[in-house]
């Protein structure tokens, strides 16, 4: 079974400019959720997504938005981008969503490295 | 929000070698996971536990669950140099949610 893939895995991109990152996860996952690490900020939860509906969301800014298509692929955006928007955007994958934590795995892509000039 | 605190933030290991890192919360959590991203890739799954005081091996990885179940310890026995990398231990809040500690970076001594 082919894992999580992220394209592209590397972006520059200035500021103000926006930004399309997408995600395919594993084959029969049906939820997807997209973290970003800085060095200083660490690994942060942006938004999870099952089944085309948004069931989860971090503490960033409206700037960062997603969706989930019908074949569960996803996309994230990034509109306005800052400096510090710089970061490796993670995609993962998981093949439930429960409202309470279950014990599912999630699986993680190889991010995509954006760089804002 | 919740935060994890994670030490130690580095540590260096000699081939042979046992190291042990740990994680620690003010608030109780039901599940603790531990995770390793290597250069260039994204965290992989090492241990997940369920359950307050359960101990899990997996390979020369040993992980357990405080019996408060506010922290978690993983060990990793007779080191190797592949074992180089960045741990992660988290939590799984509602959904998928997880939230991470700041990260153990595991170095190999010059």
């Known amino acids: 079974k082919a894992g999580v893939t992220q394209t592209p895995r590397y972006l520059i991109k200035t500021r103000g400019q926006q930004v399309t990152l997408s995600c395919s996860p594993i084959s029969g996952h049906r939820s997807v959720s997209w973290y970003q690490q800085t060095p200083g900020q660490g690994l942060q939860f942006l938004f999870e997504?099952?089944?085309?509906?948004?069931?989860n969301k971090g503490n960033f800014p409206g700037r960062f938005s997603g969706r989930q298509f019908s074949n569960s692929r996803s996309e994230m955006n990034v509109s306005t981008l800052e400096l510090g928007d710089s970061a490796l955007y993670l995609c993962?994958?998981?093949?439930?969503?429960?409202?309470?934590?279950?014990?599912?795995?999630?699986?993680f892509g190889p991010g995509t490295r954006l760089t804002v000039l | 929000g919740q935060q994890l605190n994670q030490s130690p933030q580095s540590m260096f290991i000699q081939e042979g070698e046992d190291v042990s890192m740990n994680c620690t919360s003010s608030s109780i959590f039901n599940t603790w996971l531990w995770y390793k991203q290597d250069p260039g890739e994204g965290p992989v799954l090492l241990i997940a536990?369920?359950?307050?005081?359960e101990l899990t091996s997996n390979g020369r990885l040993t992980a357990q669950f405080g019996i408060t179940r506010k922290d978690s310890f993983l060990n990793i026995s007779a080191s190797i140099p592949s074992d180089v990398g960045i741990y992660f231990c988290a939590i799984k809040a509602a959904g998928n949610k997880l939230t991470f500690g700041g990260g153990t970076r595991v170095l190999v001594k010059p």
């Open positions: 997504y099952f089944s085309e509906t948004q069931r």
């Open positions: 993962a994958s998981s093949s439930m969503f429960y409202r309470r934590e279950g014990r599912n795995t999630q699986y």
């Open positions: 536990l369920y359950k307050a005081g």
